[in-house]
């Protein structure tokens, strides 16, 4: 069966406004009618039956009304746009379809509606740790990694994947990860349309693929990918989360050289939301002296 997302559909939103070209419209107003179409995973909201796992569609029949009352526009391209646009920018929209119609349009011949549809895709920059310390079928660690990556690139809704060097890391963690064998780490930098709940469960996906089994905490593994980042925080467009689930950004990433070193390798621009602010990597690094982090192979 061809893959189809689940929807939110909403429509027939109306709202009076002051867009158009000629003066009379911009001094007397008319009605916008506003159908939004927006494209959610509702699995997680259909067992959770929690409003947050879904978006809030009262909360977007707001954002336009909002926009079709406020400043106003020539066009009703542009009331589209950027309707679209506040839509996208809520965490769990994958991707948006606007039809804004005017039906009072000064058309000059009887005509029952002339309406726009614009058409969004999500593409949001993401960060996402890679790590292994156990061998696969008698692989290697860096021989997962690799295979770890071809299942990114493989993985609809991602693209433009870009990997750091492989790294030789020691185990980070004290007590619970004494004796353990070191890590192989990477870091790998994509673009999604995936919120950020689809793009985990697809990594845990790749890991139950490639042998993962989930049983100690911090125990040995033969692949563990972590979403360190959703969004950039040098533009604030980064998505903060404290679902025990899904946590933006990754609370431990700061802490970690054997993330910021490859990220830093593959990004020399990479930015980090910490408690301080949004903090260069380039400048997180120095701290963590105690860490032992070795380059094994460069980027590819
Ligand atoms: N940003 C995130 N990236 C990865 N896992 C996350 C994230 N936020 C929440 N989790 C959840 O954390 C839980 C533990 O994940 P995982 O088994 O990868 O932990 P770990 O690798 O042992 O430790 P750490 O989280 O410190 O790397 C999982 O249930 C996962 O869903
Ligand atoms: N060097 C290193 N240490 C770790 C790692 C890891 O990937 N690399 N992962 C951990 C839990 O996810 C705990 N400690």
Excluded: C
């Amino acid at each position: 069966m061809a893959y189809r997302a689940d929807l939110i559909r909403l429509t027939g939103v109306r709202a009076r406004g002051f867009h158009g070209v000629l003066a009379h419209e911009r001094r007397d107003g008319q009605d916008f009618i506003v159908d939004v179409e927006m494209s959610v995973d509702l699995s997680r909201a259909g067992a959770s039956d929690d409003l947050r796992h879904t978006v809030h569609y009262g909360e977007v029949a707001a954002d336009v009304v909002a926009i079709v009352e406020g400043e106003p526009d020539d066009l009703i391209e542009s009331l589209a746009e950027q309707i679209a646009k506040a839509v996208l920018a809520r965490p769990l929209v994958e991707a948006v379809e606007v039809t804004v119609h005017k039906p009072q349009a000064p058309v000059g011949v009887p005509f029952s509606d002339v309406e726009v549809v614009v058409r969004r895709t999500k593409d949001v920059p993401v960060v996402i740790a890679l790590g292994a310390n156990l061998e696969r079928d008698g692989e290697a660690p860096q021989a997962t990694l690799r295979q770890a990556v071809r299942h990114l690139q493989r993985t609809r809704g991602l693209r433009a994947v870009r990997v750091s060097g492989l790294y030789a890391t020691a185990p980070v963690g004290g007590e619970l990860v004494a004796g353990q064998p070191d890590y192989v780490n990477a870091v790998a930098l994509a673009r999604t349309s995936l919120a950020p709940a689809t793009l985990l469960a697809r990594l845990h996906r790749i890991e139950a693929d490639l042998g993962r089994t989930r049983d100690v905490r911090w125990g040995a593994r033969t692949l563990d990918l972590d979403l360190v980042q959703y969004g950039d925080p040098r533009d604030g467009s980064d998505v903060a989360s404290t679902d025990p689930d899904v946590l933006l950004p990754h609370p431990r990433a700061h802490q970690r050289a054997f993330v910021l070193v490859p990220w830093l390798d593959v990004d020399p621009e990479a930015a980090l939301r910490t408690g301080e602010g949004v903090t260069p990597v380039a400048e997180l690094i120095p701290r963590l002296t105690d860490q032992t982090v070795r380059e094994l192979e460069g980027q590819r």
